[in-house]
């Protein structure tokens, strides 16, 4: 029987064999392989669908989550719109229902434009641009074949993916080491066209081929140093955009996984689709020798499966077993992990030609013990906004009001950077700026109004749509800072108007409510807030002439729709059933709620509260704390419970109104687990985000990846906690069913946790922290429960297992 391989998730498909520059530093046309000579200028159609075939049938075999594809060439805009188009429709098609497509392209950029920039907008097809720093250092390599610089085109194309537009699909700039180049002039012309992330590559070299270095005399590592000069730059600006390199040495250091293959110990999950459909290993190793990446397979021939076990690609997911004995003993293999394996080649000397250490040992070593020096040792998260004893307190699943509110800071934080963000992103309009004007005002006078209104759960919503760029996303942005505005404003209570957008003829106020003015849709609303006093405060909005006057207690408009708000003992919880972007939790949300209805919210909210404070005393300070908004979806079917907490919402839940008040107390508690939790993973790292298993929970039939299971076994603490509170206050045969139902969580739960633990993929940080979960719920695990009731409760557990296997 045929070994399993491991699976292949990245793939370079080329595109085009040749290439509009004559960059002298390019391993595919300038090092040793030639092999392009004798390759098809232009991948075929029918190559396109065969290979998105390949590509699909793999992962379907693998249970792949998601699939890398980056078109490359030569240069790829060379094959064409039509061509690319092709090669995105072929692969989305194949792949849909089985993985998610992260398609990207690498190009030198100079012959980006508007038009390509729509294709890839609406294939969400993310562009990475090729430029060595400023013009100085770029026309040192990147010139025309009759020597003409391409600076300015390149930028040209970065412009346009910097625009509003198009600012979603930049990927970043990849920019090849030289040591003539200064290394702060390089990265400080880099960090000034703000891209989302910097790639510096050493450049191809071997033992046979070293790299250029200076002369005798100067420092023995002058590629480490040149980076470390990079790394005390970056750090310096306060890290304004990812570095690959720099933090793939940070993240090994951690413990976590490199984010190339240059480093770390990884398994290399990458093959080569060429133009003609051979299969080929890494395209750095055309920097070897002539044929060095090929293999002999065709994508016509030989399934994915089979280049997966080729003797080349095993040997590059051996880890520590794959390196040569001093790599074996290096106190930095496991950043360094030898190093890109290519430049390991020697042709001559070597037990094995690729059996030896980085032609850059030296500089890998400098840098990474370079970096590790610099970094502050005494915690894993230098900026993390919580201490040993509040992270202590979530980790255990609970987290008191001191906790939560720093988690509530940092959101607010988050917020307000997503804004900014907004702003110098979008398009401006008169009454945008006159709107951004007055909150700057305010934020400088009462700045407590402006927090107040950028806390609320659903501006992050409306930041990331707006940051996706599309036509629409320039209104959106001005229309939605001047609600902000008004919103803060009026909160204020300082005189002045803002002139405010309408939006499909509602005004929104955020954390106050909505104006219906569906006959005035077209109009703008200019906004005046009023200084009062006592029960008399409120505001007069004029649109077309017509004066609405709103918060009045003697005079209410009925076309203002006021967000309902709860003064419970302890808690203060509003109801947002009128903002238009609370439909942020997956499920559909119930329209504006009668005067009745939202009563009814009412009582049964003061009844879980006080069932939270009486049964489930340690979740409540954190609830208080940082859960402010409630919102009503629909109900579900009879019998089903509906709940959900968005990831970026914090503070808000959505909720379907049970029938029973204790079981919408256990709804609050266990989606505010997820606020929490989502909000610790905003500040640290508990995991490597480049892990793409799934993994199986005990509750749910489908594989979920390594944060969903985090998430749904920190929210069952909570359902375990509340099936035992439940047990404790009740009688009879609704103890008992308590009693089952306590048994099978905490056990499942249990289990739950032990497969985190198990992962490998956790961050010493994380293991720490799942870790003090696995402890709370195994003080769960001591409690007696009667032999009748852990016998059902198995029985469940099996009887779920058997239903979930039988429909694989």
């Excluded at 072929?90 to 849909?96: V, W």
């Excluded at 508007?114 to 907008?121: H, Q, R, T, V, Y």
């Excluded at 891209?195 to 590559?201: A, E, G, M």
């Excluded at 992962?759 to 870790?771: M, N, P, Y």
Aim: charged letters at 25%; aromatic letters at 6%; a negative charge.
């Amino acid at each position: 029987m045929d070994p399993s391989p491991h699976p292949l998730s990245q793939f370079v498909l080329k595109m085009h064999s040749r290439c509009d520059l004559a960059c002298d530093h390019c391993y595919v046309f300038e090092h040793a392989d030639q092999s392009w000579r004798g390759r098809p200028t232009v991948i075929s159609d029918e190559l396109l669908d065969l290979t998105a075939r390949r590509i699909a049938d793999h992962a379907r075999t693998h249970r792949l989550d998601t699939v890398h594809v980056v078109l490359h060439g030569g240069e790829p805009l060379l094959a064409g719109r039509t061509r690319l188009r092709r090669a995105a429709q072929s692969l989305s098609t194949a792949l849909s229902g089985i993985s998610a497509l992260d398609l990207r392209i690498h190009t030198n950029g100079v012959t980006l434009d508007e038009k390509f920039c729509e294709l890839f907008a609406e294939y969400d097809i993310k562009v990475g641009i090729s430029l060595d720093g400023d013009r100085a250092a770029n026309d040192l390599h990147r010139r025309y074949r009759d020597g003409r610089s391409s600076h300015t085109r390149v930028l040209h194309a970065i412009d346009l993916l910097r625009g509003p537009r198009y600012r979603h699909l930049f990927a970043g700039l990849l920019c090849t080491v030289d040591l003539r180049n200064d290394p702060v002039t390089v990265y400080d012309a880099l960090a000034e066209l703000a891209p989302p992330r910097i790639d510096f590559l050493l450049p191809h070299a071997t033992w046979d081929e070293p790299p250029p270095r200076p002369d005798t005399g100067t420092s023995a590592t002058p590629y480490g140093d040149w980076l470390l000069r990079v790394h005390d730059r970056w750090s310096a600006a306060g890290r304004p955009m990812g570095v690959r390199v720099l933090d793939s040495v940070l993240r090994t250091l951690r413990g976590a996984s490199s984010l190339t293959e240059s480093l770390g110990l990884a398994p290399v999950e990458l093959a080569v689709i060429e133009t003609d459909g051979a299969l080929e290993q890494a395209d750095s190793l055309k920097t070897a020798y002539d044929g060095a990446p090929g293999t002999g397979l065709h994508v016509a021939v030989n399934s994915l499966d089979e280049m997966a076990l080729h003797p080349g690609i095993t040997a590059r997911q051996q880890g520590l077993d794959g390196l040569c004995e001093t790599c074996r003993n290096c106190p930095v293999v496991r950043s360094c992990g030898g190093g890109l394996y290519a430049h390991r080649y020697r042709s001559e000397g070597g037990s094995g030609t690729f059996m030896n250490p980085s032609v850059y040992c030296a500089d890998l070593k400098q840098l990474i013990t370079g970096i590790r020096d610099r970094e502050p040792s005494r915690t894993p998260m230098p900026h993390l906004p919580l201490d040993d004893t509040h992270l202590a307190e979530i980790a255990a699943g609970f987290g008191g009001a001191d906790a939560v509110d720093r988690l509530a800071r940092h959101e607010l934080t988050v917020n307000r950077e997503l804004l900014a963000a907004v702003w110098h992103e979008s398009p401006h309009d008169d009454t945008g700026t006159a709107a951004w004007e007055t909150l700057a005002v305010l934020d400088a006078e009462a700045p407590e109004s402006v927090d107040a209104v950028l806390a609320h759960p659903y501006l992050r919503p409306w930041a990331q749509r707006v940051l996706r760029g599309d036509g629409e996303a320039g209104p959106i942005a001005m229309r939605g800072v001047a609600e902000l505005a008004a919103a803060a404003l009026l909160r204020s209570g300082r005189a002045g108007s803002v002139t405010v957008p309408t939006g499909s003829g509602v005004l929104r106020l955020p954390t106050l409510g909505s104006l219906v003015v569906a006959d005035a849709a077209s109009a703008s609303a200019s906004v005046s807030a009023q200084v009062t006093s006592g029960t008399d405060e409120g505001f007069i909005v004029r649109i077309a002439g017509r004066e609405h006057t709103v918060g009045r207690k003697s005079s209410v408009d009925p076309a203002w729709w006021g967000r309902h708000r709860f003064e419970l003992p302890g808690w203060a919880v509003a109801l947002e059933d009128t903002d238009p972007w609370r439909d942020a939790h997956g499920y559909p949300v119930r329209a504006r709620l009668t005067a009745a209805a939202a009563e009814r919210w009412h009582q049964d909210l003061a009844a879980a509260w006080e069932w939270i404070r009486r049964e489930l005393p340690a979740y409540a300070p954190g609830i208080a704390a940082g859960l402010s908004v409630v919102t009503p979806l629909r109900d579900a079917a009879a019998g089903a419970d509906i709940s959900s907490a968005a990831r970026d919402a914090f503070g808000a839940v959505g909720i379907a109104r049970p029938g029973a008040p204790h079981t919408l107390a256990c709804l609050l508690v266990h989606e505010f687990q997820h606020v929490k939790l989502g909000a610790v993973l905003d500040v640290a790292d508990l995991y490597d985000p480049t892990c793409e298993r799934l993994f199986y929970a005990p509750w749910r039939p489908d594989p979920r990846p390594l944060e969903g299971l985090l998430q749904g076994t920190y929210a069952h603490i909570a359902v375990v906690d509340y099936w035992r509170a439940r047990l404790r206050s009740t009688h009879g045969a609704a103890a008992h069913d308590a009693e089952i139902r306590f048994a099978r969580w905490r056990e499942q739960t249990a289990e739950a946790v032990d497969t985190l633990i198990g992962s490998g993929a956790l961050t010493a940080l994380g293991e720490r922290f799942v870790t003090a979960m696995g402890e709370t719920v195994a003080t769960r695990l001591t409690e007696p429960v009667s032999a009748d009731a852990l016998i059902s409760a198995r029985r469940t557990a099996a009887d779920h297992k058997v239903r979930t296997t039988a429909g694989d």
